[in-house]
């Protein structure tokens, strides 16, 4: 595996914007394996993700700052640096349903995604087993109505001891405070059993069942304060019929679900996908 | 082709119902071409799709009411018997997007569409020269906030004319009147541009695009009378990406939009299409 | 869950038969759950499922045959009775790659797979854990060149000694030998991945990278003497683009091996589907 | 609509290359509207597209490639650059299955194509009508075992004639010599209905069925010397069951076509096709 960084940025689009970027790298003898642009004319803006090897390039990654500061400032970016060593570290929180967890741990022991998962986090004891098996520490936190607080306090308490830069809600069953959710911006993938915006909030699949839909989705996004608004990363849906009962609903949206939720998460460890207006960029 | 008859049944399940309706079809002759059954539990329902060769069929078309009847009511069945001889009339409406127009005509004409289309209603006059190439009568008529029920009027007095026993609106752009609605039970087909019920109501492609989603839909539904809430006869969707802008978004769309209301409106003509709580059963 | 019998028929298609066999369910006072009939008109076939609720059905089931007999001959009927009590005994063949093993095991122990998975064999120790893990006794068949007689008169004996019913290639590296096909017809589900009858045989993702296809598939069939040419129960497929490199491509296509192998099992053991002239007819 | 240059470019991937182009185009003043690039590290092969707006751009089109020379030169590129006033014109042939000429010239007419559709050529009088409806000069070039030199002669002659860039086989029941073919490199687009690699060569539908397949396809292609092998340019897929007959795949197929093939023109009119080792990289 090459050691690798990864430049990604957004900003005002300019005249110069990409002649500037790729003269900087050029001069520091960067070796570009991808690079990938997204304009927006209606919101004049410029997005890029560019990944170069290591190997050879001029500056050290505790230079870059200083040395692309200046060009940065000129153009109004922001920007981040990743360097594919740093792996991202993982929080997975869960309830009773297990279907998403154990295909992530099946994932990532697999080696499908780069990044370390150091915690799950369950408010029920029932997937220690699986837990137990791939190795991974296994928090029971039990949250009610009354306990919300402190419970989130104590999630908190373990999500910082374990420096925890992503927390994916793997079928998880409880609605995140707003104070959860203002301390991890665009860090909560959330998996949610319908195409969105269809059938926000509970038991989507029932309310599918009961309309009648003739396809059914799953929709993984960034949790923001407003349930089920945030940023839409991926989607995805299979065809129904008269002949599914709600129980071929269920059971065929937990295919969809795993699948739609271990993409988003790929991407977001992979550093793929930039945010702007809501919306998602994904660079794959 | 081969002349056939169809029957469509919708009752309450009983044991005997099969043998009743099968011992029946033997009595009179009848070599069964296709037979398809649904029954639902949880509403205690039977449905059936049979169609039969009428050739050597015992039965004359107008024998069969009278001999059927008796079975009809011990097992309080609502049926209706189609006979491929008589082929449903369609109306089409249409305002100035002309796609899903243009689609049908060349499908009917093509043969794929077992109907006749004696009438298309426009509130413009653009579509005049398709509707003329395919030979078919073209009326417009204008629709104001201030005309509409005189309008209506109007349109009654043409479908009665023409004997229309289905009307398919083609992205015709005014919403119809309660009246109208119950005038034609279960016989008015209408293309929404999402996915219901994601995006009920107008501008659907300009709320998908805003929304960020990741695939856009289109839904062909019986029109009822509360707006883009009828049973859904057929979905589909397309993927979409962060490199499609609004247009990109509306001409994908447009595929979509043919492809789904034209399989509504075919199996409406075949009689494959069945009701119940609002939801279609596609015998397909 | 209800106890229920299961009458699967395939035979040439005659009038009358449909009202014998529904009058002979109801007069042994069959409850019907589900019945799903196909007739090829080419083939002049009838093929048909149904299935009731054993409680208060009039013969038990070894009084069954006896009393269908008369009407199975009358028609020519080749027909099987299945009863829900009686779950299929599945043996998983497995190499290295564990995505469809981990994939079904964990299926079975949700509930998903309605059969006891009583013996798991590898041609390499690699999956041992995860047999474990879910409890299933693993067997380690060595297969090289010279001992391939031997390994599958090995194979064989494990075979009958777990009284096992159907065989799934679980990604399962090696070819099986005419005897050993001709002593399990339609009895073994094997996963091509690929989108028969393309790139039939070795290395299918490695050829569909090199021809640039846009789509990538897999392929659940029954092994027949001919490599890769039985009938085909289930495909699916997944878009690619010029990003994906092979790695992609093969990442892609486990998500569609394990659902594509999983949905074939499941219809196997739910006993929906039907054989003829290689093709299948899927009663879902 | 604004007038625009599309720059693509395929060459060598090395050091610099992004940093040259960028700075050549923004020495030059160009607005940038959109950027794509693909490497391929296997091939080291890096390939571009770049569109800017010509308002401002400080070259006049006969200026660019004595500008541009040196730096092409300097990184040994194949380079094409397309203004978007410059209309590709294009040749329609067609037998007598009508649906993908029908489609393109509604497409057409719709403004979804960028280019002149200036000649349809057929072996068959049937489509003239429709060639009339759209005012487009419709040639009958009859084809037969015999006369087949002379044939593609006159065809020839028609295309010089009318300036033809590319040629659109809209399901044309002729294979072209390969005289043609390589009078037309990558100038020629076929729509071939099946999912290419599987059924190759003639009546893919009638074989699709005999096979059983779950799923058919259509492909889009270029036309190489080697019948449906040459690169794909786009690829879909329906589903279909053992409900449906060889007339609904075909009838279901054709809906395939005229999508996968309207995508190939547009695609290879709007300048977002570049090649390379018999593959298609799609700019979209």
Same mark, same amino acid.
């Given at each position: 595996?090459?050691?690798?960084?990864?430049?990604?940025?957004?900003?005002?689009?300019?005249?110069?914007?990409?002649?500037?970027?790729?003269?900087? @790298?050029?001069?520091?003898?960067?070796?570009?394996?991808?690079?990938?642009?997204?304009?927006?004319?209606?919101?004049?803006?410029?997005?890029?993700?560019?990944?170069?090897?290591?190997?050879?390039?001029?500056?050290?990654?505790?230079?870059?700052?200083?040395?692309?500061?200046?060009?940065?400032?000129?153009?109004?970016?922001?920007?981040?640096?990743?360097?594919?060593?740093?792996?991202?570290?993982?929080?997975?929180?869960?309830?009773?349903?297990?279907?998403?967890?154990?295909?992530?741990?099946?994932?990532?022991?697999?080696?499908?995604?780069?990044?370390?998962?150091?915690?799950?986090?369950?408010?029920?004891?029932?997937?220690?087993?699986?837990?137990?098996?791939?190795?991974?520490?296994?928090?029971?936190?039990?949250?009610?109505?009354?306990?919300?607080?402190?419970?989130?306090?104590?999630?908190?308490?373990?999500?910082?001891?374990?420096?925890?830069?992503?927390?994916?809600?793997?079928?998880?069953?409880?609605?995140?405070?707003?104070?959860?959710?203002?301390?991890?911006?665009?860090?909560?993938?959330?998996?949610?059993?319908?195409?969105?915006?269809?059938?926000?909030?509970?038991?989507?699949?029932?309310?599918?069942?009961?309309?009648?839909?003739?396809?059914?989705?799953?929709?993984?996004?960034?949790?923001?304060?407003?349930?089920?608004?945030?940023?839409?990363?991926?989607?995805?849906?299979?065809?129904?019929?008269?002949?599914?009962?709600?129980?071929?609903?269920?059971?065929?949206?937990?295919?969809?679900?795993?699948?739609?939720?271990?993409?988003?998460?790929?991407?977001?460890?992979?550093?793929?996908?930039? @945010?702007?207006?809501?919306?998602?960029?994904?660079?794959?």
């Amino acid at each position: 595996m090459k050691k690798t960084a990864t430049l990604l940025i957004n900003c005002p689009d300019r005249k110069g914007l990409v002649a500037a970027i790729a003269d900087f @790298l050029y001069r520091h003898n960067a070796n570009i394996l991808h690079a990938d642009q997204h304009q927006d004319a209606a919101e004049n803006l410029f997005l890029m993700r560019v990944e170069w090897d290591l190997e050879g390039f001029g500056l050290q990654p505790e230079e870059f700052e200083r040395e692309f500061t200046p060009i940065a400032q000129q153009f109004q970016m922001q920007w981040q640096l990743k360097l594919s060593g740093q792996k991202p570290r993982l929080a997975i929180f869960v309830s009773k349903y297990d279907h998403c967890l154990v295909d992530l741990l099946y994932r990532h022991q697999s080696g499908e995604l780069a990044c370390d998962i150091p915690l799950i986090i369950s408010n029920h004891p029932d997937t220690q087993r699986i837990a137990d098996f791939y190795g991974i520490p296994f928090e029971v936190v039990e949250v009610t109505k009354e306990n919300k607080a402190e419970a989130e306090s104590r999630q908190f308490a373990l999500l910082d001891e374990h420096k925890i830069d992503l927390i994916v809600l793997a079928r998880y069953m409880q609605v995140l405070s707003p104070e959860f959710v203002k301390r991890y911006p665009q860090r909560v993938i959330n998996i949610h059993h319908s195409f969105l915006p269809a059938f926000v909030g509970a038991r989507p699949y029932h309310r599918a069942f009961e309309r009648g839909v003739k396809l059914i989705g799953a929709t993984s996004h960034y949790v923001t304060e407003v349930l089920d608004e945030g940023p839409i990363i991926e989607q995805d849906i299979v065809r129904v019929s008269h002949r599914d009962q709600l129980e071929d609903l269920i059971q065929k949206g937990r295919d969809l679900e795993k699948v739609v939720l271990s993409r988003a998460v790929r991407w977001h460890v992979e550093n793929r996908i930039l @945010l702007y207006s809501n919306k998602t960029v994904i660079f794959d």
